[in-house]
């Protein structure tokens, strides 16, 4: 069965940097890209950035423009959130989740319906001094 294990999140200093992994248990016959998302206490959960199935394109919200990288192993079936100066309103618990679509080079950062994703179970990042 298709599962997403994502890891790395811990704590983080304001100004730090950490690596999250996404990893997908299997490969699959049917391209899908990945969305990593983010939902702190209280607020709803929003995109942060994503990656086509081919990893030839990326997007990312405004406000981590800069700071983050996604990137994507299709060798490892794994894809990287790189974060880079670490806010502390980056903190919240992180989910990527897949959306399988046959056309290539796409992917987007809008969670729409969230039933047409496939998530992770999230991996928590803490950002304190």
């Known amino acids: 069965q298709f599962q997403l294990v994502e890891s790395g999140g811990g704590l983080v200093q304001p100004g730090g940097s950490l690596r999250l992994s996404c990893a997908a248990s299997?490969?699959?016959?049917?391209?899908?890209?990945i969305g990593w998302f983010r939902q702190a206490p209280g607020k709803e959960r929003e995109g942060v950035s994503c990656?086509?199935?081919?990893?030839?394109?990326?997007k990312y919200a405004d406000f981590v423009k800069g700071r983050f990288t996604v990137s994507r192993d299709n060798a490892k079936n794994t894809v990287y959130l790189q974060m880079n100066r670490v806010k502390p309103e980056d903190a919240g618990i992180y989910y990527c989740?897949?959306?399988?679509?046959?056309?290539?080079?796409?992917?987007?950062?809008?969670?729409?319906?969230?039933?047409?994703?496939?998530w992770g179970q999230g991996t928590q990042v803490t950002v304190s001094s």
């Open positions: 989740a897949a959306k399988w679509d046959p056309e290539p080079g796409i992917c987007t950062v809008s969670i729409g319906r969230g039933q047409d994703w496939y």
């Open positions: 990656v086509s199935d081919d990893a030839s394109s990326t």
């Open positions: 299997e490969r699959s016959s049917v391209p899908y890209y």
